[in-house]
């Protein structure tokens, strides 16, 4: 039986391929994105997407998030000692990556990050394997004069229910 099965594992190695190659084929590729701003709002992410992923709360050490003159939604660039919350949406698509990369537009660029996830108290999560690899979108420009202060969404949710509801 092993011997009737070499044969089989040999065309895989002779074409170069391994089995997780052939998989991948057929199913699609599967992403993380931890997100910040805008983003953070469930009908938001359900209006670009037509659906909202899973999601964890996570914290991104070594960046701030700031305020941008003029506009609602923040910037993240990188600051020592820095630490953004937000979330890390699970099991995004590469269709739906290219919707949010729509979505930021020219003025962020899309990296690699490594955040922490936090437990429900918004506590880093201590045990092996809170650190996550995800996508996430920092500003082009770091040396924006119009980026100031911090960024905060609570603050941003009630104006806009102040200025919208009442």
Not at 79 to 87: A, D, H, I, M, S
């Amino acid at each position: 039986q092993d011997r009737r099965r070499a044969p089989l594992l040999n065309n895989w190695v002779v074409r170069g391929r391994a089995m997780a190659d052939v998989l991948s084929l057929s199913i699609p590729s599967l992403r993380n994105v931890f997100v910040y701003g805008t983003l953070l709002s469930d009908e938001v992410v359900s209006i670009i997407l037509k659906r909202v992923p899973p999601s964890a709360l996570a914290v991104l050490p070594g960046f701030h998030r700031y305020s941008i003159k003029g506009r609602v939604y923040p910037a993240i660039i990188p600051l020592e000692g820095g630490n953004v919350k937000g979330k890390i949406f699970y099991q995004l698509t590469d269709e739906e990556l290219a919707l949010l990369d729509q979505f930021e537009d020219g003025e962020y660029n899309r990296q690699i990050v490594q955040p922490f996830l936090l437990n429900g108290t918004e506590q880093m999560v201590p045990e092996a394997g809170s650190l996550v690899q995800a996508y996430t979108y920092i500003w082009a420009d770091s040396s924006d004069s119009n980026l100031f202060g911090d960024w905060d969404y609570q603050v941003i949710v009630l104006k806009f229910f102040i200025l919208n509801c009442l």
